[in-house]
């Protein structure tokens, strides 16, 4: 295990057993003038089967051998948000989460650290890191308090890994409480580690960079008493630099006189290319009534990302029980296949097989990105104190052949549909 991991580790587990412990009434909201100081807390334990090779993740995000070893590493997070008004105008904004991740430094643990800036009532403009609009529960999608599951829908939320981005958000805010809209631009750049696959590489440490420079995103959103509803559509321009990618221009240079077309291999896993992302979600509460659903779709020139996920969520609150229901969806309609050259000649067996090694790991490349599944999870949330919640949920995961998903594989044989259901339950605390 790396410094990194066992220090975010100790850390993390120090933090939580302090929330278990710890009164409500001790840790308050703290304020200095104008200063205001919150948190979060999750501890959660997941059924991770430790001896079978399908991996429970939340997102791509973690390293799949940490969590397959461990089950509190999965949902288990800390953070904390500083907020302050430095004048009537500008606000500034900082919030670190501590969870399992890949991370270079400890600047990857920061979620947000930016300066807000209220020129009126309807204008703002952000400036530094801040949360990429992606979902509609994307400012606060650590926060396990926040929301009804255990861990929001894998199918839609874990296969983006960009919690933030880095650059300048100009927000419009128009209507009132009962009518209120809201818009906002986006510009700048995204830095991250994730890995498709859940085998740790330790020559790597198991995650590929990833770089979206420029990104463009533009939200719109609408609430009232009853319904809030919102719509996004982002724009990428990736700088591929995964081991994938530097292997496969590497084989271009040795390939190119006798395999003429893995030009377009190279050009689908190793240049830089171009993703367009749309979504749309509603959320509807009435009365114990909730509905809430979310439907997105990828479109991107290279191999990693493409298709369309979705869920659908019902809950009704009974006192201080909530139990709900959730479907979710994803599919992958790529079909990208690649011929192996044959060749017939004498003393060409050697090239052949590397050739034919060569397309075996196309073959299980491709798969390991494809995301063909659906699942049915139930849960219930208890209330039992103020800013405290319980839960507990089951999910059915059914898995089409070849397809990885989020749940990658670690003999990475996904040859077969597969269904797996785990089980899992979090304490989650807001301060």
Known sequence: MTHRKMWTRNFITGCLWLGLLAPSATYAELRYKNWETTGFLTLGYAQT?????????????????????????????????????????????????????????????????FARYRASDAWQLALGRQPFDTFIMSDHVNVGYSFDWVRPPTEFYGYIPFDSFDGIKITRDWGDFDNAWKWSLSVGYIEDLFEIEVADEPENDGADEVKAQPIYNTEISWRSDSWHVRANYAHLEFKLDSENS??????????????????????????????????????????????????????????????????????????????????????????????????????????????????????????????????????????????????????????????????????????????????????????
């Not at 006192?319 to 992958?332: I, M, Q, R, S, V």
Request: proline share 2%; glycine share 6%; with cysteine.
């Open 49 to 113: 089967d430790k001896y079978d090779d399908r991996v429970l993740r939340r997102n791509v995000n973690q390293d799949g051998q940490e969590l397959h070893d461990n089950g509190f590493l999965v949902d288990s997070r800390f953070g904390l948000q500083l907020t302050g008004d430095l004048n009537d105008h500008w606000e500034m904004v900082f919030q670190a989460v501590l969870k399992e991740q890949y991370a270079n430094n400890a600047f990857d643990y920061v979620d947000m650290a």
């Open 246 to 431: 530097r292997a496969f221009r590497d084989f271009e240079n040795t390939f190119r006189p006798i395999w003429p077309d893995f030009s377009v291999i190279t050009s689908d896993f190793a240049v830089n290319n171009k993703m367009s992302y749309a979504a749309i979600g509603a959320s509807w509460q009435q009365g114990n009534w909730k509905i809430q659903s979310e439907i997105s779709t990828i479109n991107a020139d290279f191999v990693y990302y493409d298709g369309e996920r979705a869920y659908l969520h019902f809950a009704y609150r009974y006192k201080e029980f909530l139990p709900y229901l959730t479907f979710g969806y994803a599919t992958d309609d790529s079909n990208n296949s690649y011929e192996v050259p044959v060749i017939n000649e004498p003393g060409a067996e050697e090239l052949q097989a590397l050739f034919d090694a060569v397309g075996v790991g196309l073959t299980e490349a491709v798969v390991s990105v494809r995301n063909n599944q659906t699942s049915i999870s139930a849960g219930v949330r208890w209330d039992y104190a103020p800013q405290k919640a319980l839960k507990f949920q089951c999910d059915r995961f059914n898995f089409d052949a070849n397809s990885a998903s989020t749940h990658g594989r670690f003999d990475q044989d996904y040859s077969r549909a597969e269904q797996k259901t785990w089980c899992s339950a979090t304490f989650d605390w807001a301060f």
